[in-house]
């Protein structure tokens, strides 16, 4: 309740953002770090605060300048940066530098982002993590070659989204849903049989306690 009214008081009183930006109160400065009508030398001065959570809004404000996410994204806290990655604003180029980051949700999150280049795509396709790899098969911005790959990936839920991006071709949908049909079939017979031969061995076993008796 009390951040709805602060975000009232800043919609009306867009001259006091400098002086709510400039207050030691966090809460405050994160509802102005926030604001798409916070200037942006406000912003600029909010992105060098002390407080990640006040960082970390600034990141995220849809109206932050290149400029700024190009710092904000190369920022110490992984938070920071994750939410730098997110914004549609940032730059490709900055986001290619930053692809190979330490974090994977900061990776996931340039991996799911639409300025991405293709290239990079591809890099983050082979990433380790597979949450990574399936931000990159849920892009539409994802090459069909890239996508082959990501469909026929030995985590499912990569492979689901690989398939599920209207950027696959159909000839490797068919392919996979022909390979998964053969699978289980092959699946299937081998049970039936591991199940005959355990049949077969108890009968066996069943006639020789007989053959004792007699």
Same mark, same amino acid.
């Given at each position: 309740?009390?951040?709805?009214?602060?975000?009232?008081?800043? &919609?009306?009183?867009?001259?006091? /953002? %400098?002086?709510?930006?400039? #207050? !030691?109160?966090?809460? /405050?400065?994160?509802?102005?770090?926030?604001?798409?009508? #916070? =200037?942006?030398?406000?912003?600029?001065?909010?992105?060098?605060?002390?407080? =990640?959570?006040?960082?970390? &809004?600034?990141? !995220?404000?849809?109206?932050? =300048?290149?400029?700024?996410? *190009?710092? $904000?994204?190369?920022?110490?806290?992984?938070?920071?940066?994750?939410?730098?990655?997110?914004? $549609?604003?940032?730059?490709?180029? @900055? %986001?290619?530098?930053?692809?190979?980051?330490? @974090?994977?949700?900061?990776?996931?999150?340039?991996?799911?982002? =639409?300025?991405?280049?293709?290239?990079?795509?591809?890099?983050?396709?082979?990433?380790?993590?597979?949450?990574?790899?399936?931000?990159?098969?849920?892009?539409?911005? #994802?090459?069909?070659?890239?996508?082959?790959? %990501?469909?026929?990936?030995?985590?499912?839920?990569? &492979?689901?989204?690989?398939?599920?991006?209207?950027?696959?071709?159909?000839?490797?949908?068919?392919?996979?849903?022909? /390979?998964?049909?053969?699978?289980?079939? #092959?699946?299937?017979? *081998?049970? *039936?049989?591991?199940?005959?031969?355990?049949?077969?061995?108890? %009968?066996?076993?069943?006639? !020789?306690?007989? @053959?004792?008796?007699?």
């Amino acid at each position: 309740m009390k951040t709805d009214i602060f975000n009232q008081r800043i &919609s009306l009183d867009s001259d006091k /953002l %400098l002086e709510y930006a400039t #207050t !030691g109160n966090i809460d /405050l400065q994160i509802i102005v770090a926030s604001s798409e009508k #916070t =200037p942006d030398y406000i912003l600029e001065m909010l992105s060098k605060n002390e407080a =990640p959570e006040v960082r970390c &809004s600034v990141a !995220g404000n849809v109206a932050c =300048p290149k400029i700024i996410l *190009k710092t $904000l994204i190369r920022d110490d806290e992984p938070e920071v940066r994750r939410a730098a990655a997110e914004n $549609l604003n940032t730059d490709y180029e @900055d %986001l290619a530098e930053c692809s190979e980051d330490s @974090d994977y949700l900061v990776r996931r999150a340039i991996a799911g982002h =639409p300025s991405t280049s293709t290239d990079i795509l591809v890099l983050l396709s082979r990433d380790k993590n597979p949450d990574v790899r399936q931000a990159v098969a849920e892009n539409e911005s #994802t090459l069909p070659g890239t996508l082959t790959a %990501l469909a026929k990936d030995s985590d499912p839920m990569v &492979s689901k989204a690989a398939l599920n991006n209207p950027n696959t071709p159909e000839s490797v949908i068919e392919e996979i849903i022909l /390979l998964r049909q053969q699978q289980e079939e #092959t699946v299937t017979v *081998k049970n *039936k049989t591991s199940f005959g031969i355990k049949n077969l061995f108890g %009968l066996f076993r069943k006639k !020789g306690n007989e @053959d004792e008796t007699d």
